[in-house]
């Protein structure tokens, strides 16, 4: 990507948080996000069809980042316990964008997304699993429930409450 491409991506991607931050996704229109990012319409339309396909893209990125902080060697049965630890870093790590992003109801759809990337990634790797019921229940119940576990004890100290996801994230192992 050229530089004034990526210049004008960060603008539009910039000014689309910004805006998103005060309002509801169907609320914003391509005209506002455009004088904020001081660009043209067509400028727009030539990276994104419409304002639904830029969030789709930035959701995408944010997932991207959050499954991709989590080491390959993770992925086996018997680091489940990690793979929790590392994805509730990555909430961490992205909660300001996850805040804005996945905001009001689109909240349950980052959990939703997170596990179908990571299964996905895992059963790249492992394909035997992509069969076992067991195991993917397992994996599903990790995920979803490292993600509303944290979402829940939101202003508890972070590393304490990564600690207990984990803790009984591992106890959950015998059960793979």
Not at 12 to 29: D, H, M, S, V
Not at 37 to 42: D, E, L
Not at 143 to 167: D, K, L, M, T
């Amino acid at each position: 990507m050229d530089l004034r491409t990526e210049k004008t991506e960060n603008a539009i991607k910039n000014a689309f948080i910004q805006l998103r931050a005060k309002k509801a996704l169907e609320k914003i229109t391509i005209k506002e996000l455009c004088e904020s990012a001081r660009i043209h319409k067509s400028t727009f339309y030539s990276h994104y069809q419409d304002i639904y396909e830029l969030s789709e893209t930035m959701e995408t990125e944010v997932v991207k980042n959050i499954t991709g902080s989590i080491p390959a060697a993770s992925f086996g049965t018997s680091s489940l316990a990690q793979v929790t630890r590392e994805l509730t870093y990555g909430f961490v790590a992205q909660s300001s964008l996850i805040n804005i992003l996945f905001s009001g109801n689109e909240r349950s759809r980052l959990a939703y997304r997170i596990e179908e990337s990571l299964k996905e990634i895992i059963f790249e790797k492992y394909p035997e699993y992509k069969g076992d019921l067991r195991w993917n229940i397992v994996l599903s119940y990790c995920i979803q429930g490292a993600y509303w576990a944290f979402q829940g004890s939101r202003g508890q100290e972070v590393n304490e409450v990564i600690r207990i996801i984990s803790e009984i994230t591992e106890r959950m192992q015998p059960l793979c």
